[in-house]
């Protein structure tokens, strides 16, 4: 099992990190556009390292459909912040969500520690940016989705083998781009790809992609796949689903969680090394979710 080191922080097979969600969209799923505004998303990070997290995922772009963002755009959302992050909170790790390796070289020089490619290796320059830079990488898979699309009619004949193949592919290859080994993540990337019988079956079996040897990054949180599975619950009432596919995730090994509610998600992840060790005492009730 491979220990994760970037920056100056080091994770070890056992490890629990939490990855908060800093969204600098209009349209995001999530928050709507709570986050859209410079001052909003500064302020948005400072809670977060007050919760706990250990990195924080800067995006520009927002996953699903929606109005076109070019690379310009994109650069103007989120490169200042990254600068800004790097300033105010040099103890935080920091993510940028991008698939652009002209992104990514744009907000590596301005202090990011990590590049989030949800979609899969869809420009391969991107593992050249981050070797060139020395930072990390997250291989995810989207099943060869073109950026920003929905799945249709996808199909595997197994996933989870589909995933692992093509995740520790996109590893491999960073690697003889000069990416350093523990600097790599792999995502099996839920929803990216996928419908909602996909994503619950890598849940089900994300030991077989933990068993590569890579850490192993998941991305649930309030999900479509958590809300479909619940009876069709919409997107605010999907929180407990989401601390509770963390758990069974963090049980099988994977190491990296990105959320939304960080300071929930500490919680839960430090009761299930609470339980995964054996480790009697008290853990702190989590805070309310808002």
């Not at 080191?5 to 799923?29: H, K, Y």
């Not at 909170?89 to 990590?114: C, Q």
């Not at 990296?256 to 609470?274: E, M, N, T, W």
């Amino acid at each position: 099992m491979h220990t994760l080191r970037l920056r100056d922080r080091e994770f070890r097979p056992g490890d629990l990190a939490v990855m908060a969600v800093i969204n600098r969209t209009p349209d995001s799923f999530y928050d709507r556009g709570r986050t859209y505004g410079f001052r909003a998303a500064l302020a948005a990070v400072a809670g977060a390292a007050r919760a706990g997290a250990d990195i924080v995922d800067i995006g520009g772009v927002k996953a699903g459909p929606g109005e076109a963002v070019d690379a310009g755009e994109e650069i103007r959302r989120v490169a200042g912040l990254v600068a800004a992050v790097r300033e105010a909170h040099p103890e935080l790790l920091i993510s940028v969500d991008t698939w652009r390796a002209e992104v990514g070289d744009v907000v590596a020089r301005a202090g990011a520690d990590l590049l989030n490619d949800t979609w899969g290796g869809y420009d391969p320059a991107l593992a050249e940016v981050a070797a060139a830079h020395g930072i990390g990488l997250v291989c995810a898979h989207a099943g060869g989705a073109e950026p920003r699309t929905r799945p249709h009619r996808a199909g595997y004949a197994d996933v989870v083998a589909d995933v692992v193949a093509r995740t520790t592919g996109l590893a491999a290859r960073a690697v003889r781009a000069g990416v350093r080994e523990d600097a790599i993540l792999v995502d099996p990337a839920h929803d990216f790809g996928k419908n909602t019988w996909h994503s619950l079956e890598v849940s089900r079996r994300l030991t077989e992609l933990v068993d590569t040897g890579w850490p192993v990054l998941v991305a649930v949180s309030n999900k479509d796949f958590v809300g479909e599975t619940l009876g069709g619950l919409p997107v605010d009432r999907r929180h407990p689903g989401s601390l509770a596919t963390l758990a069974v995730s963090a049980w099988q090994g994977a190491r990296v969680f990105r959320v939304h509610d960080p300071a929930s998600a500490r919680a839960a992840l430090a009761a299930v090394a609470r339980l995964r060790d054996g480790l009697p005492g008290e853990l702190s009730p989590a805070p309310p979710h808002p």
